[in-house]
């Protein structure tokens, strides 16, 4: 009897861990449990740690918590211009509410499918509103932003889920397309390099107009300073040859002749022919009668009187 009684207390105990290890499952810190009844949810896990479970009637169905991305197949979408374009985009989405989620989707698999449909018309309705140059540029950031709030808006609270981004892993252009497409960003360029060019002229002109402006300015200023310093010279040299020729009106009248010959017979090829006649000849011995002084040494000079004014 003892013998039979260590039997059964082995078995139970054989038992009860089997039942036990059944019923336990673990909940790690990426994931998280939906204990369900005969496929019906009853219970939310998203701590993690040790739970347990009635076998065979309950069941462990684990969500991931991690950001998930999924890629959508290339779509041959058109542009608001009619052109063909060729996108590749990919999600990155993360679940929030595991009950709702499970509940109208089950699987990720099946949210990712669903999903997917409703980012294929959201790229339809968005690049079909776009111009292709927004596109090809670093505009098309922009163009990302918005499908990804309309995929928030459309996806994001029925599936239970968080729309993190959107992006366009590559933008194609079909062959027979891009010609007419490189022909008009080609035009385009040209456009804005004229445009460019004729802005430059433009403002090329108004600086040398500026600059002319300033040089007409600046010589007359510099004209009208000459001609006051000039006319104020005049004015001076007037007065000096007046106090000049009041103290000595002889003498001023021989150095003005003087002068006079030295610029009307300057020159090393003048030659004057005629008799020295004339007032301009008035200071020389007009009849030839001067007698050539004595030779010997010339008397010192001597200094001429003071004259205080005309004779």
């Given at each position: 009897m003892r013998n039979k009684a260590s039997v059964l207390a082995i078995g139970a105990i054989i038992v009860l861990a089997i039942g036990l290890y059944a019923a336990a499952f673990t909940v790690n810190l990426r994931e998280t449990a939906l204990v369900l009844q005969f496929?019906?949810?009853?219970?939310?896990?998203?701590?993690?740690?040790?739970?347990?479970?009635?076998?065979?009637?309950?069941?462990?169905?684990?969500?991931?918590?991690?950001?998930?991305?999924?890629?959508?197949?290339?779509?041959?979408?058109?542009?608001?211009?009619?052109?063909?374009?060729?996108?590749?985009?990919?999600?990155?989405?993360?679940?929030?509410?595991?009950?709702?989620?499970y509940q109208v989707a089950k699987t990720t698999m099946n949210a990712e499918g669903q999903i997917g449909s409703v980012l294929i018309s959201t790229l339809r309705s968005a690049v079909g509103n776009t111009p292709m140059t927004d596109i090809l540029t670093p505009k098309r950031a922009e163009l990302m932003s918005l499908i990804t709030q309309e995929l928030t808006r459309q996806a994001a609270a029925p599936y239970g889920i968080r729309i993190v981004d959107v992006r366009f892993q590559r933008v194609d252009l079909p062959p027979q397309n891009s010609e007419a497409v490189f022909?008009?960003?080609?035009?385009?360029?040209?456009?804005?390099?004229?445009?460019?060019?004729?802005?430059?002229?433009?403002?090329?002109?108004?600086?040398?107009?500026?600059?002319?402006?300033?040089?007409?300015?600046?010589?007359?200023?510099?004209?009208?300073?000459?001609?006051?310093?000039?006319?104020?010279?005049?004015?001076?040299?007037?007065?000096?040859y007046n106090e000049a020729y009041s103290q000595d009106p002889k003498f001023f009248d021989f150095y003005r002749s003087m002068q006079a010959m030295q610029l009307g017979l300057g020159g090393d090829n003048t030659t004057f022919v005629g008799a020295p006649t004339g007032d301009f000849f008035r200071f020389f011995d007009r009849e030839g009668t001067a007698e050539a002084p004595a030779k010997g040494p010339a008397p010192a000079p001597q200094s001429p009187a003071p004259t205080t004014g005309p004779e």
């Open positions: 496929g019906e949810p009853k219970r939310v896990l998203t701590e993690p740690g040790l739970y347990f479970r009635v076998p065979v009637i309950e069941s462990v169905t684990y969500l991931d918590k991690r950001v998930r991305n999924f890629d959508v197949e290339p779509q041959l979408l058109l542009t608001r211009e009619q052109k063909r374009v060729l996108i590749s985009a990919f999600v990155r989405y993360q679940i929030v509410d595991p009950l709702k989620f022909t008009q960003m080609r035009s385009q360029r040209a456009q804005e390099a004229a445009g460019i060019r004729a802005d430059g002229a433009r403002r090329a002109l108004e600086l040398k107009a500026e600059a002319d402006k300033e040089r007409v300015v600046t010589l007359a200023e510099a004209q009208r300073k000459s001609s006051i310093t000039r006319g104020e010279g005049d004015a001076e040299a007037t007065r000096i």
